[in-house]
């Protein structure tokens, strides 16, 4: 023993028997090891057990052949030192690879690993340093700009990439970034090489390196172009939707509402809030039978689009009459998952198709009275010329001759009700001239209070100012007539019966103008005709202006005469309106607009007499043969030798044979074989300068050709008084 542990090795003999021992004991620990190794060998790095336990198993084998040690160049002793070696290698070789071959690997399987998902993301990404050169870039950000690789980007800077405009604005960016260290988000318009502009939306961040320090710009850019485009597409789709002028909602599968637009709200009163999530069937009027309902949802549930008309109701509880389309709306699968209705509010539409159904109803009497007009004055015509010559016969006997008067004057009303017709119905023609309202409207009073019993209180309120109007005075006349006389009848069962018609200058506003778009004139004249009667409801009030609608009984009225009224005033370029409550009365008002002031007529009362004849020769044309006999009657009984002839072609042969004794020519106008205008002509080739007038049962200027050789002024229109006629003919004889 040398020392404090026994010797490990004699010279000569090999190593002791403690040094042996030792070896064992080193191997036993070793296989220990070894074993408990191989217990957790899940738990080293992939590959590395079995390096370092063949390291154990070689260090095994040296430590027993070192059992064996005799010398330093002992076979033994060789053998154990190649085993140690074996073993320092495997050890090494496990160090070498955990610390430095795996790990490189792994980096290598990043790096791979985070290039492919750079690469593959659709987004731009990109990174600069300090100075905006481009340290790196993904494959989408070389595709934008239209380079192959990442190394025809990196050393690159935006100028060398992009236009200098662009360039800069992406430098400023950058540099904002930079000085305030901070992230920004910003879209950008960015031109592609192919000439195309897209939309991105780039998120811009401060580059750190491992201590925090600002090393340059990272940069994620989207394209949002095909979004940005949706989007809008979805603005104007809502903008489309919220602005429509129909009302517009979206239902569930069970008729639950999700949307309605403002329209909606116009049309029904409600509120988004009061609807959303109730059911259509607030909008229910019970209107229409559950037999509509159910071929409208049955219609709907096969997927097919349904329209019809229906009345709703209203926030308010009143009705409206609508147009509805429901159409349903499809998921992805092809399932129903909402219906969208379109409602278009029909009131305004239903109005519009009233009036047009009230001008189709004129339009109808207009053709009627247009159709009868001609032979029901012929008749007039020959009725009144027997009167005036059955009044000369019975001279003698006032009492006939008061009924034959009588008789005459209800022939002339006829003639006035069918120009009435004719003017209502657009087909007559007004004359028109300037009136004194002030003047007029007390003539026609004083008229009327003859008619009106003396129960009734008719009074007449004029200002002092002279209102001027551009009118036909006897069509005004007429309906004024016709409104007093209503409004006599209206007041029969009141106890203080009371009529007052007022004269107002009214100046009217630009609401006004909009609901009688008729009247062109700020300054009109206002007539209002009010009574204390019995009023009317407002379904009656809806209906008093068509024609043939009275309220009044058999005998006492024929239904014509507010529609007569209407067209009076509308050919006027004036409007009406009725205000009237059962039980209180009724107001008319009359508008028309003035005229400056100026000459003015009057009501006219021709109380001038028959002007006789001297013994002129009359050719007389006409193709009924009551009215040429007894036109040529009445003719001879002022003094005049009559010639006839029933229709232009005789015409002119008669005047050819007495062409010398011919001072007057009265043709009808409308005649077979040749009319009245074409027989002026034919004469007129032969004497320019004959006289004519003519007769007609027609509308006085549609009666005459627009190039015919007559005027107004050669026209007399049948039925026509005595007076007139040969007053007439005076003037054209002694002219």
């Known amino acids: 023993m040398s020392g404090r542990f026994p010797d490990a090795y004699i010279e000569g003999e090999g190593l002791t028997r403690f040094k042996i021992i030792s070896e064992y004991v080193i191997c036993t620990i070793l296989v220990l090891a070894l074993v408990n190794m191989y217990r957790f060998r899940d738990q080293l790095k992939q590959g590395l057990f079995p390096f370092l336990m063949a390291s154990i198993v070689f260090t095994i084998l040296a430590e027993i052949s070192f059992t064996n040690y005799i010398g330093v160049y002992s076979t033994a002793n060789l053998i154990g030192h190649i085993f140690k070696l074996f073993s320092f290698w495997m050890i090494l070789y496990s160090i070498v690879r955990v610390s430095l071959q795996d790990p490189y690997q792994s980096l290598g399987t990043s790096r791979a690993l985070l290039k492919g998902l750079r690469d593959g993301i659709p987004d731009l990404i990109f990174y600069k340093d300090m100075q905006g050169v481009y340290l790196g870039c993904n494959q989408a950000f070389c595709e934008l700009i239209g380079r192959e690789s990442e190394s025809d980007i990196i050393g690159k800077t935006d100028v060398d990439l992009f236009n200098k405009q662009q360039a800069q604005f992406f430098r400023d960016v950058d540099q904002q970034i930079l000085q305030a260290g901070a992230a920004r ?89 009061e609807v959303l999530g109730k059911s259509l069937r607030m909008l229910k009027s019970d209107r229409q039978s559950a037999a509509f309902y159910k071929g409208m949802w049955r219609m709907l549930a096969r997927g097919d689009q349904w329209q019809g008309k229906l009345v709703n109701r209203k926030k308010d509880g009143s009705f409206y009459p609508a147009l509805l389309t429901i159409s349903p709306m499809f998921d992805e699968q092809g399932a129903i998952s909402n219906y969208i209705g379109i409602q278009q509010d029909l009131s305004e539409y239903e109005q519009l198709e009233a009036q047009f159904h009230q001008s189709q109803k004129m339009e109808a009497v207009g053709t009627l009275v247009g159709g009868i007009a001609h032979d029901f004055n012929n008749t007039l015509a020959g009725i009144t010329g027997n009167l005036y010559l059955a009044k000369k016969a019975a001279d003698s006997l006032p009492d006939v001759v008061d009924r034959l008067n009588s008789i005459e004057e209800l022939a002339f009303r006829a003639a006035g009700m069918i120009q009435q017709l004719l003017t209502f119905s657009r087909k007559g023609t007004v004359q028109m001239h300037p009136i004194s309202m002030p003047s007029f409207l007390k003539e026609v009073i004083k008229l009327q209070e003859v008619s009106v019993p003396e129960n009734i209180s008719l009074t007449c309120q004029v200002g002092d100012v002279d209102l001027i109007v551009n009118g036909d005075i006897n069509l005004l006349q007429q309906a004024l007539i016709n409104l007093i006389n209503n409004a006599r009848d209206a007041v029969e069962s009141v106890g203080t019966p009371a009529i007052t018609v007022t004269l107002d200058q009214c100046s009217v506003d630009e609401e006004f103008l909009e609901r009688y778009p008729a009247i062109t004139s700020r300054d009109v004249a206002c007539i209002t005709i009010s009574d204390n009667g019995e009023g009317m409801s407002p379904e009656i009030q809806k209906h008093i202006f068509e024609p043939f609608f009275t309220t009044k009984g ?62 002129e020769t009359i050719l007389l044309v006409d193709d009924e043969a009551t009215v040429l006999a007894t036109g040529k009657d009445v003719l001879e009984s002022l003094g005049y030798n009559v010639l006839t002839a029933t229709d232009g072609l005789k015409a002119v042969e008669q005047y050819i044979a007495h062409r010398d004794e011919i001072d007057l020519l009265m043709l009808d106008v409308v005649m077979p074989h040749m009319g009245g205008q074409e027989a002026l002509r034919k004469i007129r080739e032969i004497s320019p300068d004959v006289r004519a007038l003519f007769v007609t049962g027609y509308d006085k200027n549609e009666a005459l050709d627009e190039d015919g050789d007559a005027s107004p002024e050669m026209v007399i229109k049948k039925p026509f008084s005595i007076n007139k006629l040969s007053q007439t003919m005076r003037a054209l004889l002694d002219n």
Do not use: C
Request: no cysteine; charged share 25%; net charge negative.
């Open 554 to 615: 058999v005998g006492k009225g024929t239904g014509l005469g507010l529609a007569m009224v209407y067209g009076a005033i509308q050919s006027h370029g004036g409007a009406i309106a009725v205000e009237s409550e059962e039980g209180v009365g009724t107001i008319v008002r009359i508008y028309l607009p003035l005229l400056q002031a100026g000459a003015a007529e009057g009501v006219v009362d021709d109380t001038t007499g028959v002007l006789g004849g001297r013994g």
């Open 185 to 273: 988000r910003n879209d950008e318009w960015v031109s592609y090489p192919d000439g195309s502009r897209r939309l991105l939306d780039t998120l811009k961040t401060p580059f750190m390196d491992s201590k925090g320090g600002v090393i340059g710009v990272i940069g994620i850019s989207r394209d949002i172009t095909d979004n940005w485009q949706a989007e809008g597409e979805l603005r104007k789709l809502s903008q489309a939707l919220e602005q429509a002028g129909e009302a517009v909602m979206i239902t569930d599968r069970d008729g639950g509402i999700e949307y309605i637009n403002p329209a909606f709200t116009r049309v029904t009163g409600y509120r988004a809030d």
